[in-house]
């Protein structure tokens, strides 16, 4: 959270690089196809325009000075709310049963038993359950980011008949709910014999595999790519595909880094296809976990532990947030809002 | 740089047959995943309809033909039409609440102040935490025994909450009065720095000039903000209000966290989504299911379609 992982849209007044910025790329704008009704389409109506000058600081010196304190007054209270709650689970995973009800700051007695028992104990434990999450989110991320360069790079690049129709087509399933999606997903995966042991992780894969989302960021940044570059490699005899990985692919990467952070963020905290496709206790992700282990589970009021497993689960979030934090504002500004 | 000398077939030719290649490139790369787009997208939700018009056998398939029984069922279903009530009532209530409170922070992070970048951080900070890891913290928390109630305690805020009927240990998940408005508080909690990002694009679009020209009027900075921000962000609105519509409609993380596959406390948490849930998984009633689904679509893409005409009439910035 530092000045230099500035958050994107928001444009500050100054001028440095942009490495991507699916906002500011033109090319969105002039290639939207008509009012398709997606999600990534209207966020191209709102993401700022190419200059974004800074809003007039209001007039009249003593007012100025009010309203500054006010705002910070909201500000700091605003964000207090935002990390208390956080703040209370770390606290609490270091605490005792007896003592997590307790209003108290700092654990009495400081115990990592909690921690114990949720990595090691539990059955499935956070460990495994981790492991699960990697698995899944690694593949996705990679299926994504392989699949999605591809299809955006022909959809961008390459001409062949159909192509317009069929990446509306693509775009419009941006407007399919999941949940329609729920049944008949479940009984092909079962039909394909992906509905048993370990294999249950590999249905997950399948089903997000590729996003809308993730061949149209690419598709977007492969139009901002000076064509010349690809000419000089054709001209030199290159064919598509070799121009595609060795011209077009390393020169992508602030949006291949995009759809990965996206993609790894989304499929690690992704509950829905998790609940509705693994039935094995073992296979467990963390959220599907987190959730079972109160349901059902049997141990729905053991703060401590559980709070252990809320650090795990947000802790491999919070350190890329850390590092990417602009990626993580690309991301929604393309894919709209968890429900 | 050989084939440009002498014998090189003419223009034409080498444009069509570079033309060929390039369409099989275009085709082969984009195989595979229009492969997966059309069997788990376009292909799930032809299914889906199709299944919503049989009695469906979980092992054999399609068992006896309905046609549109199972849409009827559901419309007389009782349990469904307050999955309906209750999803209405949670989208009308949160989509506007987040709205003011990202338009809200938008408009004092967008001001010229110290540590706004710290600040916008903070806020986002809870959109990137998984639903089920929000959602346990706030079970925690609104828990009888939980921080919410201690503080409120410590604070001396209790008589304002018995006014309001509510005791020093209500249960805010538990008990059907209070937990689908849980969920909308936390709901808030979690998305008003997502809404209040979509804002800010939107508010840095505004020309600089507006406000010169509305300064020299001697607008002041509330008239500002109502006569000059406010319309001008309508495509913000139009774009944060979509995305809230369309998320409301779909709410089913929080509600089977908190409430479980029934939507407990006495249904107060069953949304449509997880009517459909459990309708297919619980009950096994897979026709039926399906067709929850086929409505869910329905309703979700005419409220889009209804929102967009709606905006239509002054909307500059799209094509």
Redesign the interface.
Known sequence: MTDENENRPQQPEGDQPRAFDPALASPIIDAAPGRVGTRALATVAALPAPVAQPIVAPVGDTGHVWRTRLAYFFLIGYALLMFVPFAWTVITSFKTLEDSVRLTLIPQPFTTAAWDYALFQLHPNVAQMFFNSFIVAIAVTLTNVVLGSVAGYAFARLRFPGRNFLFLLVLATLMIPDQLRMLPIYIITNALGLGKGPLQLASIVLVLAISATSVFLLRQYFLTIPKDLEEAARIDGASHWTTFLRVMLPLASPAIAAVTILQFQGTWNGFFWPFVLIRDQALWTLPLGLTQFRLVGGFGTNWPPLMATVVMATLPILVLYMFFQRYFVEGIAASGVKG | ?TAASGTRPSKVVQKRVG?R???????A??A???L??????????L??AF?SVWRWNVRTGPQQFLGLDNYVNALKDPIFQSAVTNTIYYTVIWVPLTMALGL??AV??????R?K?????????????????I???????L?P???FN??RG?LGLNPVFSLLGYEANQDWLGDYHTAMNGVIILNA?T?S???M??Y?????????EV??AA?IDGAG?WDTFRRVTFPLLR??H???A???I????????QA??IG?VDGAPANSLMTL?LY??NA??KRVQ?GY??AI??V??VI??SA??IQ?RIFEGR?P???
């Open positions: 740089m033309g290649q390039e369409a099989l490139a275009g085709y790369l984009i595979v995943p229009m997966l787009f059309l069997v788990l997208n376009i292909g799930s939700i299914y889906a299944i809200f922070l004092i992070v967008n001001q010229k102040i540590g970048t710290f600040f916008r951080g903070a806020f986002y900070f809870p959109s990137i935490a998984s639903s089920a890891a959602s346990t913290i706030w079970i925690f928390i828990n025994f939980g921080l201690e503080v410590v909690w998305t720095g997502t809404f990002i979509f800010l694009a939107s508010l840095q679009a505004i020309p600089h406000y010169e300064a900075a495509p913000g139009f774009f944060v979509t995305v809230g369309i998320g409301g409609l779909q709410l089913f993380d089977v966290q479980n989504v459909l849930y297919a998984f897979y299911a399906a689904g086929v869910l679509f979700i893409f889009t379609l967009r909307e910035t799209t094509a």
